[in-house]
């Protein structure tokens, strides 16, 4: 009996035609783990439509690694973020490439409640994720990252930091 793989494709896969061009076409990094940068980015378009409606906040922390001009130093780092930051995140909350190779993003879904909505959650989230890059980075690595977050509710999303693509 043959077994039939059967994956989630993107909305680029959907349109393909082309049978290896659809099987190189990936859900996740293989490397990393992270979400690939079209799936991610349409996740977070998504996302900001629930937290609008819903009114329940989410947030989303963008890791620049544009200043690591070395590909392979860059995938290294963000290849400890994500083992570091799996002590950080849930099941719902959703990791991959907002920028391809050099802006992580990480959606912190599925908060509700009025404690949710407070700015002390966030800074207990950002200072875990902080904490654990600080403690297991030397000082020039952590230095050279550069983190920013944002809250999805309201369309304050809007205008998201981007990494230079020089």
Same mark, same amino acid.
């Given at each position: 009996?043959?077994?039939?793989?059967?994956?989630?494709?993107?909305?680029?896969?959907?349109?393909?035609? %082309?049978?290896?061009?659809? +099987?190189?076409?990936?859900?996740?990094? *293989?490397?990393?783990?992270?979400?690939?940068?079209?799936?991610?980015?349409?996740?977070?378009?998504?996302?900001?439509?629930?937290?609008?409606?819903?009114?329940?906040?989410?947030?989303?922390?963008?890791? +620049?690694?544009?200043?690591?001009?070395?590909? *392979?130093?860059?995938?290294?780092?963000?290849?400890?973020?994500?083992?570091?930051?799996? =002590?950080?995140?849930? +099941?719902?909350?959703?990791?991959?490439?907002?920028?391809?190779?050099?802006?992580?993003?990480?959606?912190?879904? =599925?908060? /509700?409640?009025? =404690?949710?909505?407070?700015?002390?959650?966030?800074?207990?989230?950002?200072?875990?994720?902080?904490?654990?890059?600080? /403690? %297991?980075?030397?000082?020039? /690595?952590? *230095?050279?990252?550069?983190?920013?977050?944002?809250?999805?509710? %309201?369309?304050?999303?809007?205008?998201?930091?981007?990494?230079?693509?020089?």
């Amino acid at each position: 009996m043959k077994v039939r793989k059967i994956t989630w494709l993107n909305t680029k896969a959907r349109g393909q035609k %082309n049978r290896r061009e659809l +099987d190189q076409i990936l859900l996740k990094d *293989s490397q990393t783990g992270l979400y690939n940068e079209e799936y991610f980015n349409e996740f977070l378009a998504l996302e900001k439509k629930r937290c609008e409606r819903s009114e329940d906040p989410a947030y989303l922390m963008l890791a +620049d690694l544009s200043f690591f001009t070395d590909v *392979s130093e860059r995938l290294t780092i963000a290849q400890l973020m994500m083992g570091l930051f799996s =002590e950080v995140t849930r +099941d719902t909350d959703i990791k991959g490439w907002h920028v391809d190779g050099s802006v992580i993003g990480i959606m912190f879904t =599925e908060m /509700t409640g009025k =404690e949710a909505t407070s700015l002390p959650v966030l800074r207990r989230i950002a200072y875990k994720c902080l904490w654990l890059l600080e /403690t %297991n980075l030397n000082v020039e /690595t952590f *230095s050279r990252i550069q983190i920013s977050w944002q809250s999805l509710q %309201n369309g304050r999303i809007l205008e998201i930091h981007q990494a230079n693509k020089s």
